[in-house]
C-alpha cells in the first residue's frame, strides 16, 4: 500500500510561481511512474505531467514550457514546479503512482492517491 501526501499549494497572482511537493509513504524510486493531474470545480480531472520509472517526462500542451516535474529519490518527493501561472491553472493538483506503467495522461491507470492541493490563480 502506497500512501501520498501533496502540499504546497496556495493562493497567487498571474504570472507567479508555486512548488508543490508529493511524499510518498515508501520507496518510489525505480518502482512507480508518478504523475500530477488537476481537476477544477464542475471539470473532468485533467492530466498535467508525468515521469515514468525510466525518468521520461511527459507533459500537457497546456503546461509545456512552465511547469517542471520532477523527483528526488533520496526524499523519496516528488515535485511540480509551476511559473507563469495562469487563472485558468486554477483547480485541486492530485499526485499519483502507477506501478503497472500505464497510459500517462489517463487518470484510471494510476492505482495510487493523495488528497489534493487547492492551487488558486488570481488576475
Known amino acids: 500500500q502506497v500512501q501520498l501526501v501533496e502540499s504546497g499549494g496556495g493562493l497567487v497572482q498571474a504570472g507567479g510561481s508555486l512548488r508543490l511537493s508529493c511524499a510518498a509513504s515508501g520507496r518510489i524510486s525505480n518502482s512507480y511512474s508518478m504523475g500530477w493531474f488537476r481537476q477544477a470545480p464542475g471539470q473532468e480531472r485533467e492530466f498535467v505531467a508525468a515521469?515514468?520509472?525510466?525518468?521520461?517526462?511527459y507533459y500537457a500542451d497546456s503546461t509545456k514550457g512552465r511547469f517542471t516535474i520532477s523527483r528526488d529519490n533520496a526524499k523519496n518527493t516528488v515535485y511540480l514546479q509551476m511559473n507563469s501561472l495562469q487563472p485558468e491553472d486554477t483547480a485541486v493538483y492530485y499526485c499519483a503512482a502507477d506501478p503497472d506503467s500505464g497510459s500517462y495522461s489517463w487518470w484510471r491507470a494510476y492505482e495510487y492517491w493523495g488528497q489534493g492541493t487547492q492551487v488558486t490563480v488570481s488576475s
Open positions: 515521469i515514468r520509472r525510466s525518468g521520461v517526462i
